[in-house]
T-cell receptor, first 115, second 117 residues
């Protein structure tokens, strides 16, 4: 069974550009969440999707957005990139059958560098 | 808001020895889940162990076990018979059970574990 797949693995952009990151969850998983990881702030929750609906959102500016498609694949978009957006972006998926203790399975992330 | 604190940024252990990673958290909730994740150089976060707050029994997974002290809000991870493959960043994480079904995790800053041969 394939794991969580994130593309691309590395990305270099310049300030002011926009970027779209993709996440394909494990087959059958219905929930997808995104995290930003930086050396200074650590891992911070961005947002979470279930059945194409955003279920929860972290404390990030509106430049950060996401969506989930009917096949559970998810994308996140960052517009008007800033230097501080340089980070590892991790995606995680779960079966989400209702239990709060469900396991999250993470991808290997997309390393975004903003120059 | 919940917070998770890992006060030791780095630790090292000799191969085959035992090491304990500490984690404390702050919450006003009585029901929640706690997790330890491992992040090797491949960057993929891997679940090591999970603890339900309502369970008094400490969770164990092979060489990994936890010491969960609910009153003290402490959740330490013990790695027995350390192996070279255990070298990684370790993150402690908290999940509330009252967020409308959300699976949001609150992570600590992480701790780098080095295993010496």
């Amino acid at each position: 069974k394939a794991g969580v797949t994130q593309t691309p693995r590395y990305l270099i952009k310049t300030r002011g550009q926009q970027v779209t990151l993709s996440c394909s969850p494990i087959s059958g998983h219905r929930s997808v969440s995104w995290y930003q990881q930086t050396p200074g702030q650590g891992l911070q929750f961005l947002f979470e999707y279930f059945s194409e609906t955003q279920r929860n959102k972290g404390n990030f500016p509106g430049r950060f957005s996401g969506r989930q498609f009917s096949n559970s694949r998810s994308e996140m978009n960052v517009s008007t990139l800033e230097l501080g957006d340089s980070a590892l972006y991790l995606c995680a998926s779960s079966l989400d059958v209702g239990g709060a203790g469900e396991k999250l399975f993470f991808g290997s992330g997309t390393q975004l560098s903003v120059l | 808001a919940q917070t998770v604190t890992q006060s030791q940024p780095e630790m090292s252990v000799q191969e085959a020895e035992t090491v304990t990673l500490s984690c404390t958290y702050d919450t006003s909730e009585s029901d929640y889940y706690l997790f330890w994740y491992k992040q090797p150089p491949s960057r993929q976060m891997i679940l090591v162990i999970r603890q339900e707050a309502y369970k008094q029994q400490n969770a164990t997974e092979n060489r990994f076990s936890v010491n969960f002290q609910k009153a003290a809000k402490s959740f330490s991870l013990k790695i027995s018979d350390s192996q070279l493959g255990d070298a990684a960043m370790y993150f402690c994480a908290y999940r509330s059970v009252r967020q409308g079904g959300s699976e949001k995790l609150v992570f600590g800053k992480g701790m780098k574990l080095t295993v010496n041969p």
